[in-house]
């Protein structure tokens, strides 16, 4: 079944714990904290997007989604592990080989939290499939990282039905996640693509009743 992880990086100021209330009585699955360091994205939300992630630890047993857009991740692994998230996950892109990504796998597992990978549009598919086996989750972007607001990328349609496939065929069960310009119009496709969960920001936090538009988007 599909889920939807809420991105929080847009909450409008001084309504942050109106929001997380409200999002956790309209069911999102997950918070999506999207954190970003001012290095690998140009944006800095790390501090931030820590306090949000506290604060959402303290209020609502529902699990935390991290998005590392980080050139650090050990750093940033270190400090979220503290909030003991569902899942983390980083990037493809910011790891310089093969066995960096698996010792970063290994470590995220060891401190009993799932591992995700996030590509970036421009990255391959190909280039993950090796790291698959040990992994509970591909984030397949579908904006460039860095903000929200942005127009899906319809091009990683084929992407996503790509990896599905590939994933069918390996008997590998992990979550395909889709993450940038998830909306009502674009949610049919991604799912029909094989997403099984979408991160959706500015269409949740615009829209006036929560609780419909998640119900809309799990469809
Ligand atoms: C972008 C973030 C996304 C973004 C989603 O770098 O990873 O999670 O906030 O926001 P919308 O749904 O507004 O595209
Ligand atoms: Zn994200």
């Known amino acids: 079944m599909v889920e939807v992880s809420t991105s929080i990086l847009n909450v409008k100021k001084g309504e942050e714990s109106a929001t997380f209330f409200e999002l956790e009585a309209a069911k999102t699955d997950y918070f999506h904290i ?88 421009d990255t391959k598919i190909e280039e993950i499939y090796e790291f698959l086996p040990y992994i509970h989750m591909c984030l397949i972007m579908t904006v460039e990282p860095g903000k929200g607001g942005q127009t899906f990328l319809s091009d990683m349609l084929k992407k996503i039905e790509t990896l599905k496939e590939y994933l069918e065929k390996e008997n590998l069960e992990i979550d395909i996640e889709v993450d940038g310009g998830i909306n009502l119009k674009t949610a049919p496709e991604v799912k029909m693509a094989g997403a099984n969960i979408l991160v959706a920001g500015t269409a949740i936090l615009m829209a006036n009743r929560f609780e419909d538009i998640i119900k809309e988007l799990k469809k």
């Open 34 to 121: 999207d954190v970003m360091d001012g290095k690998f994205v140009e944006k800095d939300t790390y501090e931030k997007m820590f306090e949000y992630a506290s604060y959402i630890k303290r209020i609502s047993n529902l699990p935390l989604d991290v998005h590392l857009m980080v050139k650090n991740i050990d750093e940033a692994v270190e400090d979220f592990l503290a909030l003991e998230p569902n899942i983390i996950t980083f990037h493809l892109e910011a790891c310089k080989n093969k066995e960096e990504v698996m010792e970063k796998i290994n470590y995220i597992k060891s401190n009993n939290c799932k591992v995700g990978i996030a590509i970036k549009p």
